[in-house]
Nanobody, 115 residues
Framework: QVQLVETGGGLVQPGGSLRLSCAAS????????LGWYRQAPGKERELVAS???????KYADSVKGRFGISRDNAKNSVYLQMNSLKPEDTAVYYC?????????WGQGTQVTVSS
């Protein structure tokens, strides 16, 4: 069983930065694709960024050039560096691990961008 724990959310002013971390249990981490999703109130969950097992990254157009996803297989961790944050980035951010046909999710961490 895989468990994911996100940390690093909080309140930040527009233009600020935050770094989210997600630590995973289990032995399949290095073989898995990883992603960060977010869900704002009244909206559907959307993919923000993903990184494959071979370190290929993809980003939503809304965060390109501002966010960076990375992974550390030695630490079973994935990170999301968020810069130049905007109020519209406010959401609950979820870590996702995808392996074969299975998806695993963290509990989510709140990110609020407000002055």
């Amino acid at each position: 069983q895989v468990q994911l724990v996100e940390t690093g959310g909080g309140l930040v002013q527009p233009g600020g930065s935050l770094r989210l971390s997600c630590a995973a249990s289990g032995s399949i981490f290095r073989l898995s694709a990883l992603g960060w999703y977010r869900q704002a109130p009244g909206k559907e969950r959307e993919l923000v960024a993903s990184i494959s097992s071979s370190f290929v990254t993809k980003y939503a157009d809304s965060v390109k050039g501002r966010f960076g996803i990375s992974r550390d297989n030695a630490k079973n961790s994935v990170y999301l560096q968020m810069n130049s944050l905007k109020p519209e980035d406010t959401a609950v951010y979820y870590c996702n691990l995808h392996y074969l046909l299975a998806d695993y999710w963290g509990q989510g961490t709140q990110v609020t961008v407000s002055s």
